[in-house]
């Protein structure tokens, strides 16, 4: 079972790849064309209607910055809070399976809590130290 260990990074590859890939695709026609109807929707919720730019920006630019490999932990926290946000105020009232249910904010918030805990693994441009969340071991 050794080589599923060597596998691991691999499968950080690719959930950061998955999450990064939904959220530009939820994210896009937020930043491009539907900004409006989203900053009425954010505030029919009874949320500041301000933070419909930060929602949109996260999901846009933060799932671009995710497919790079750019600062993920710190969108992967802003995503893990963003569908928090969605699952408590738009899809919990329709409970995990029905229409319009929080089945798929929480597998994303899932697999943004994973990137989260272990970076987003050796395979992503990095900034300020090791490339997924490896450690200087005693002997090197």
């Not at 999450?19 to 026609?29: E, P, Q």
């Not at 996260?58 to 802003?78: K, N, W, Y």
């Not at 597998?107 to 050796?122: K, N, S, V």
Request: net charge positive.
């Amino acid at each position: 079972m050794d080589f599923l260990n060597r596998l691991q990074p691999l499968a950080l590859l690719v959930m950061r790849l998955v999450l990064g890939a939904i959220m530009i695709a939820h994210g896009y026609h937020k930043v491009f064309g539907g900004f409006h109807h989203h900053m009425g929707m954010v505030g029919s919720l009874g949320l500041p209607r301000w933070l419909a730019y930060l929602s949109a920006g996260t999901e846009f630019f933060g799932g671009i910055a995710i497919v790079f490999g750019l600062f993920t932990r710190f969108f992967s926290l802003a995503f893990v809070i963003e569908m928090g946000v969605a699952i408590w105020k738009v899809h919990f009232k329709n409970g995990l399976t029905g229409n319009g249910g929080y089945e798929f904010p929480l597998a994303l918030a899932a697999i943004a809590l994973a990137l989260l805990c272990f970076d987003g693994g050796p395979w992503g441009a990095t900034f300020g130290g090791r490339a997924g969340g490896a450690r200087k071991t005693k002997n090197g």
